[in-house]
């Protein structure tokens, strides 16, 4: 099929087309106009590249600075978690291990304990406990209090106590002192760390000559935590009472 | 008659360096032909011709060379010509007078001749302003710069019969525009 006559070279266009036709005017483009254009291209390109490479330039910063927020946040909140010994001095408690007297010293958590020897005053050993499984952490981190930092305080004011207490018996030779320390001890915090404080109450009260009250402390301690960790320090020391 | 298809440039994209530099610096005076023959005012093409930049700018990467670079480039500028045209219309109806005093340059013998030429200027571009961007298209790229149908067609990217029946039916349009005219200037109307 070929293409029709166009009306300029047609006799059959219709009456006026053709002065129509020939007065069309195409507006040609002008170099400077082109080069104008040009330049405004190039120009857009620039600024897109340039806004693309800004773009990749806060992706990386965004980047990095959410790496620096979650390990700040692992290092002020998990790790003290996982490795609570780090902030809490060992705190606690003190058992003959021997017949030379040694003492016992282990975290609120029971995961360092240290013995030494009394008579000398220099370190034996020290047993550290692996760490509680991750799903144990986990868990304790999901189950957080929202006041974290109010829970942290007493914490810490309770082994300040138990910690005062040893202390007072065993440094200062003051078991009156260590006494009114577990008592006041267990009116602030009665169901926290019983075991360790129960222990220090019935050695200041062998401390004070109040034997017969300690043996019978003693003897319902050992009946109360028969797998503790003080019911082998606490036959001994029963076993020097008069 | 000025500007033909593949004024400035090879008509395909074949070894046509895929970057919109690259791709103005050979098809500008097509684009900005296309804008004229798709009724762009004179004062508006230069902005138009940057709007069709912006867009190739923008939409390059969907320009995947099954069809030659041209036909891209003109289904480009018939949406930017459209979009111009839906949003100026009202400044069309006025420029129409201003391109019509504007015509400048038109190769005349005498006034009286002049006179003519500019007036017909302006009757063609109110028919031609009348129908609708495809038809227009094909009638302007057929009757005016004398294209043949095939090459139209593929500028166009659709059948040569399709271009056919446009041109068939933009005659028609042409010939309606023409007769509505004649009856306003015989009935005294302004247009």
Redesign the interface.
């Known amino acids: 099929?070929s293409?029709?006559v166009?009306?300029?070279e047609s006799p059959d266009a219709?009456a006026?087309?053709k002065?129509?036709?020939?007065?069309?005017?195409?507006?040609?483009?002008s170099p400077t106009?082109?080069a104008?254009?040009?330049a405004?291209?190039?120009e857009?390109?620039t600024a897109?590249t340039a806004a693309a490479s800004k773009s990749v330039w806060w992706k990386w910063f965004a980047a990095a600075g959410s790496i620096g927020v979650a390990s700040a946040w692992l290092v002020v909140t998990v790790i003290p978690r996982m490795h609570p010994e780090r902030r809490a001095p060992l705190v606690a408690a003190v058992a003959s291990s021997s017949e030379s007297a040694s003492n016992v010293h282990r975290s609120h958590d029971d995961s360092v304990v240290s013995f030494s020897s009394t008579g000398d005053g220099t370190a034996n050993a020290v047993m550290v406990r692996p760490p509680p499984p991750m799903r144990t952490i986990a868990r304790t981190i999901e189950h957080a209090p929202s006041d974290r930092s109010r829970n942290t305080d007493r914490g810490r004011q309770r082994q300040a106590l138990l910690e005062e207490a040893r202390r007072a018996l065993y440094q200062s030779n003051d078991p009156r002192r260590a006494l009114e320390l577990a008592r006041q001890h267990a009116r602030q915090f009665p169901h926290d760390l019983e075991e360790e404080r129960e222990y220090i109450t019935v050695r200041a009260l062998a401390g004070l000559g109040r034997s017969t009250e300690a043996r019978s402390r003693g003897e319902a301690f050992l009946e109360r935590y028969p797998h503790g960790i003080y019911v082998g320090p606490m036959r001994r020391f029963l076993s020097t009472l008069p | 008659?000025?500007?033909t298809p593949t004024d400035g440039a090879s008509g395909t994209g074949e070894g046509c360096p895929l970057?919109?530099?690259s791709i103005?610096?050979a098809y500008?005076?097509f684009v900005?032909?296309t804008l004229?023959?798709l009724g762009v005012r004179?004062p508006d093409?230069?902005d138009m011709?940057?709007e069709v930049?912006?867009v190739v700018?923008r939409r390059l990467h969907t320009y995947d060379g099954s069809c030659r670079m041209t036909t891209w480039l003109f289904g480009i500028c018939m949406r930017v010509a459209a979009a111009y045209h839906r949003k100026a219309y009202r400044r069309r109806e006025r420029t129409v007078d201003e391109w019509e005093e504007s015509?400048e340059g038109?190769a005349s013998t005498s006034p009286e001749d002049d006179m003519?030429?500019r007036q017909?200027?302006a009757?063609?571009a109110k028919?031609l302003d009348g129908m609708d961007l495809e038809k227009r298209a094909v009638f302007?790229m057929?009757?005016?710069?004398?294209l043949?149908?095939?090459e139209i067609a593929e500028m166009m990217g659709v059948p040569?019969?399709t271009v056919?029946s446009r041109?068939h039916a933009a005659?028609k349009a042409?010939?309606e525009g023409?007769k509505r005219l004649?009856d306003d200037r015989r009935h005294g109307g302004k247009r």
């Open positions: 099929m293409d029709p166009r009306w300029l219709p006026g087309a002065d129509l036709l020939r007065a069309a005017r195409r507006v040609p483009m106009v082109e104008r254009s040009a405004r291209v190039a857009l390109v897109t | 008659m000025a500007g970057d919109v530099v103005h610096g500008a005076r900005w032909t004229d023959r004179e093409l230069e011709l940057q930049f912006v700018h015509l038109v003519a030429v017909a200027s009757r063609l028919i302007v057929f009757e005016i710069d004398g043949p149908c095939q040569v019969g056919y041109l005659r042409f010939i023409l004649d």
